[in-house]
């Protein structure tokens, strides 16, 4: 077991010695022997967790959340290991490792849930633009040539395009481009409307509007689209106030009961 433990810890690069480590990790039984051989073994393989970490810079998370999420996968790598099998560990590792990066990113890191199938365009399309932008000297490819650079189809690089906004999101107190007074893009969104349910009240009164006797409908027009008084209507029609005041009660009345039981 020394020697093995020692041959885990001599080499730390990103291949390390640890065949033997491994092989002896499998037959151990659980107990401090087995715990110190297995920590020896994934030291000794960090390095190489923490190169692949490092390939995923600069897209929003920290190297060092990257190389713990890496040294994760390289934990999982190791206890699912069997040298038996004849493959070499790094041929294991590598894959569970990436995997792992990409699966927190997936999972993390978007601010807006898209389908993986979403996420693997806007990647695909992300590198293509990027290449075809350093290929052009700058100008800005267009969707076909994106399309012919992926061997996608139209319609995916637009759903890959769009994608791309969907990484990261602004803040509703973030200030409007252009703008300097202060102008957030909460102040673009817009707020419910008063008017709707005016103009639902209108449409359920309509029918028992036209039920109603000629010189009924005037008054209810006058009183409420033309914001006149009571007084002012007695004196058009030639009645009296109180009886305004009646028939107003009345027609109210009758059509708040037509649209009741007219409501679903």
């Known amino acids: 077991m020394a020697d093995a433990l ?6 730390h690069d990103d291949s390390p ?6 092989r002896l990790l499998r037959t151990l039984p659980a107990g401090p022997e087995r715990d110190e051989l297995r920590q020896a073994t994934i030291c000794a393989w960090l390095p190489m967790a923490y190169r ?3 390939r995923f810079r600069n897209r929003g998370e920290s190297l060092e959340d990257l190389r713990q999420v890496a040294a994760i996968g390289l934990v999982k790598a190791a206890d699912r290991y069997d040298p038996f099998r004849g493959t070499a560990f790094e041929t ?8 792992e990066l990409k699966r927190h990113f997936r999972d993390y890191m978007w601010d807006v849930h898209v389908p993986r199938r979403v996420q693997d365009l806007r990647n695909r399309v992300r590198v293509a633009r990027r290449d075809l932008t350093q290929r052009l000297e700058g100008r800005v490819p267009t969707n076909a040539e994106v399309a012919a650079e992926t061997g996608l189809s139209h319609e995916d690089v637009l759903l890959g395009l769009e994608a ?3 990484y990261s999101t602004l803040s509703l107190d973030s200030d409007m481009p252009g703008t300097d007074n202060g102008y957030s893009l909460g102040d673009t969104l817009g707020s419910c409307d008063p008017a709707l349910d005016v103009a639902v009240d209108r449409e359920s009164v309509k029918p028992g509007m036209r039920n109603l006797p000629e010189r009924e409908r005037t008054i209810l027009y006058m009183r409420f689209f033309r914001d006149m008084t009571q007084g002012s209507i007695a ?4 009645i009296s106030q109180m009886h305004v005041s009646r028939l107003l ?10 649209a009741l039981q007219g409501a679903p």
Not at 92 to 99: E, I, K, L, N, R
Not at 235 to 238: H, K, V
């Open 6 to 11: 020692r041959t885990a810890q001599r080499r």
């Open 17 to 22: 010695s640890t065949a033997a480590a491994f």
């Open 52 to 54: 692949l970490a490092s």
């Open 92 to 99: 294991y590792a590598v894959p569970t490792v990436v995997g």
């Open 164 to 166: 791309l906004d969907s």
């Open 235 to 238: 004196e058009a029609l030639g």
């Open 249 to 258: 009660s009345q027609c109210c009345e009758q059509l708040r009961r037509q």
